[in-house]
Nanobody, 121 residues
Framework: QVQLVESGGGLVQPGGSLRLSCVAS????????MAWHRQAPGKQRELVGV???????YVPDSVKGRFTVSGDSAKNAVYLQMNSLKPEDTAVYYC???????????????WGQGTQVTVSS
């Protein structure tokens, strides 16, 4: 069974930085992509960064220049470096991965349980 475990959330002042980590474990044959999404109260979940199996990262314009997504394929990990944080970045941040397990020919979607990021003075 595949699990995603996130870490690194917390309380930070405006202008500060945080680094989120997510590690996938289980019977993993291949990871197609890993990503970070966030969901603020009353809002839809939105993508804030994704890294594909070839190592190509993408962040949307809404966080470009402040957020950086990176990965470590040897560790089945994805990271989100968040700089110049704003109060509007406050949300629960979720790790996502599309993973093919051993013995299958398809990928399934997996989500972590989420980690709270609060930006406040």
């Amino acid at each position: 069974q595949v699990q995603l475990v996130e870490s690194g959330g917390g309380l930070v002042q405006p202008g500060g930085s945080l680094r989120l980590s997510c590690v996938a474990s289980g019977r993993i044959a291949r990871i197609e992509r890993m990503a970070w999404h966030r969901q603020a109260p009353g809002k839809q979940r939105e993508l804030v960064g994704v890294i594909f199996s070839g190592g190509t990262p993408y962040v949307p314009d809404s966080v470009k220049g402040r957020f950086t997504v990176s990965g470590d394929s040897a560790k089945n990990a994805v990271y989100l470096q968040m700089n110049s944080l704003k109060p509007e970045d406050t949300a629960v941040y979720y790790c996502y991965a599309a993973i093919q397990e051993y013995g299958t020919t398809w990928s399934n979607d997996y989500w972590g349980q989420g980690t709270q990021v609060t930006v406040s003075s």
